[in-house]
Antibody, heavy 117, light 112 residues
Framework: VQLVESGGGLVQPGKSLKLSCSASGFTFSSYGMHWIRQAPGKGLDWVAY???????VYADAVKGRFTISRDNAKNTLYLQLNSLKSEDTAIYYC????????????WGQGVMVTVSS | DVVMTQTPVSLSVSLGGQVSISCRSSQSLVHNNGNTYLSWYLQKPGQSPQLLIY???NRFSGISDRFSGSGSGTDFTLKISRVEPDDLGVYYCGQGTQYPYTFGAGTKLELK
């Protein structure tokens, strides 16, 4: 199992960014997927979930601004980040869901998003 | 939201020693399906978190039996025996019973 995030970078407040998570080594379409973030020097903060059938759940802090999506043909998970705020600055990890609930042991290496003018 | 409270914030240990980390949730983590989705993670500097224990007491693939998890309902414990240098880092508990998933603030394990 391998998960590789990309798309991070420096972005101004109010702007947008789209993160990608490329998956391999498992049947991507069969699993739910999560995004979790970690602000510099801080703890883990769950962001969003998408089920295998594309149902979604969001943390209140990002609801209405972030959109999680997936392309099973490309084995890729996405996170569209809009109306970015300085408090969104963090490393963003994608992670595979466990079989029913919870997070599995398969996480990506993370991608840094810095929101600053 | 379920609040996860971890104690202590930091812990000093001698190599070969044993430590325990406590995690308490503000609500029961027993899911309607009867399972308890409480996990433990270790994050080493510059790395993503690695899963150690899932569903309270199940070791993830490749995890040493020096790591053990216990507890029920709202009170959980991670024990690490015969501590090795590679065990150092920040430990997090996390719940996956209800959305939003939440994590404890972390416990930093350092060498004495």
């Amino acid at each position: 199992v391998q998960l590789v995030e990309s798309g991070g970078g420096l972005v101004q407040p109010g702007k947008s960014l789209k993160l990608s998570c490329s998956a391999s080594g498992f049947t991507f379409s069969s699993y739910g997927m999560h995004w979790i973030r970690q602000a510099p020097g801080k703890g883990l903060d769950w962001v969003a979930y998408i089920s295998s059938s594309s149902g979604t759940v969001y943390a209140d802090a990002v609801k209405g601004r972030f959109t999680i999506s997936r392309d099973n043909a490309k084995n890729t998970l996405y996170l569209q980040l809009n109306s970015l705020k300085s408090e969104d600055t963090a490393i963003y990890y994608c992670a595979r869901s466990a079989v029913y609930y919870g997070l599995s042991g398969y996480w990506g290496q993370g991608v840094m998003v810095t929101v600053s003018s | 939201d379920v609040v996860m409270t971890q104690t202590p914030v930091s812990l000093s240990v001698s190599l070969g020693g044993q430590v325990s980390i406590s995690c308490r949730s503000s609500q029961s983590l027993v899911h309607n399906n009867g399972n308890t989705y409480l996990s433990w993670y270790l994050q080493k500097p510059g790395q993503s978190p690695q899963l150690l224990i899932y569903k309270v007491s199940n070791r993830f693939s490749g995890i040493s039996d020096r790591f053990s998890g216990s507890g029920s309902g709202t009170d959980f414990t991670l024990k690490i025996s015969r501590v090795e240098p590679d065990d150092l880092g920040v430990y997090y508990c996390g719940q996956g019973t209800q959305y939003p998933y939440t994590f404890g603030a972390g416990t930093k394990l350092e060498l004495k």
